[in-house]
């Protein structure tokens, strides 16, 4: 979702979208991240950063760099939380192609 604001475009990533950055499936979500210009905004919720990290395995090859990239970048806001659900976690995995 792009939302305009103050002349700046803001980028919402879903939990799908962050699982696909820190699983390498989404080429253009890692160059979002990784050469985040002052033209744009990248912002999430608490919530969807929580369901994103609760859907990785110990089997995945996840780095932890791109996480400590993704906190310098995005512009993580508050939201209502609820349970990670095993089939939750089904659930984004297959949205994500993991």
Same mark, same amino acid.
């Given at each position: 979702?792009?939302?305009?604001?103050?002349?700046?475009?803001? /980028?919402?990533?879903?939990?799908?979208?962050?699982?696909?950055?820190?699983? &390498?499936? =989404?080429?253009? #979500?890692?160059? *979002?991240?990784?050469?985040?210009?002052?033209?744009?905004?990248?912002?999430?919720?608490?919530?969807?950063? /929580?369901?994103?990290?609760?859907?990785?395995?110990?089997?995945?090859?996840? &780095?932890? =760099?791109?996480? #400590?990239?993704? *906190?310098?970048?995005?512009?993580?806001?508050?939201?209502?939380?609820?349970?990670?659900?095993?089939?939750?976690?089904?659930?984004?995995?297959?949205?994500?192609?993991?």
């Amino acid at each position: 979702m792009v939302k305009m604001n103050d002349s700046k475009q803001t /980028y919402y990533l879903t939990s799908e979208a962050i699982l696909k950055y820190f699983m &390498s499936n =989404s080429e253009h #979500i890692e160059t *979002l991240i990784l050469c985040k210009g002052t033209e744009i905004n990248i912002a999430t919720t608490d919530f969807n950063l /929580y369901e994103a990290l609760g859907s990785i395995e110990n089997r995945d090859n996840f &780095s932890l =760099s791109k996480l #400590i990239k993704f *906190l310098e970048v995005v512009k993580i806001e508050p939201a209502p939380k609820k349970i990670l659900t095993h089939e939750r976690v089904e659930e984004l995995r297959k949205l994500s192609k993991i």
